[in-house]
């Protein structure tokens, strides 16, 4: 079956740190360019960050630049997000999606959600108190 699963949502502190996990099951998650996706209550889903396929070019958006790094191990077949001074407004379902049609990780990031992903997971929630 093919299809990502998150894992590492929680809740936590503001000024705390958790860790996404998106895992890949039945395809390569090297052939796809990667991104993580939020949604919180009452408000769109908007791209975090994303990853690229061949040189692990990343991009974050302006709202969680420097405190959120996207990573991915081949190895693995896993692309983690790792999240440090977390603030109340980063709670959200977190989600990721994997697609071979965009070409650079702004893109997917900024446009993807228009052009629409080949896979989704069924998102973790992260839950930040002040």
């Known amino acids: 079956q093919l299809q990502l699963v998150e894992s590492g949502g929680g809740f936590v502190q503001s000024g705390g740190s958790l860790r996404l996990s998106c895992a890949a099951s039945?395809?390569?998650?090297?052939?796809?360019?990667i991104g993580w996706f939020r949604q919180a209550p009452g408000k769109e889903r908007e791209g975090v960050s994303c990853?690229?396929?061949?040189?692990?070019?990343?991009y974050h958006a302006d709202f969680v630049k420097g405190r959120f790094t996207i990573s991915r191990d081949n190895a693995k077949n896993t692309v983690d997000l790792q999240m440090d001074s977390l603030k109340p407004e980063d709670t959200a379902v977190y989600y990721c999606?994997?697609?071979?049609?965009?070409?650079?990780?702004?893109?997917?990031?900024?446009?993807?959600?228009?052009?629409?992903?080949?896979?989704w997971g069924k998102g973790a929630l992260v839950t930040v108190s002040s």
């Open positions: 990853i690229n396929r061949d040189d692990d070019t990343t």
């Open positions: 039945g395809f390569n998650l090297g052939h796809y360019v």
């Open positions: 999606a994997a697609v071979r049609s965009i070409t650079t990780p702004q893109a997917m990031c900024e446009s993807g959600l228009t052009y629409g992903m080949d896979y």
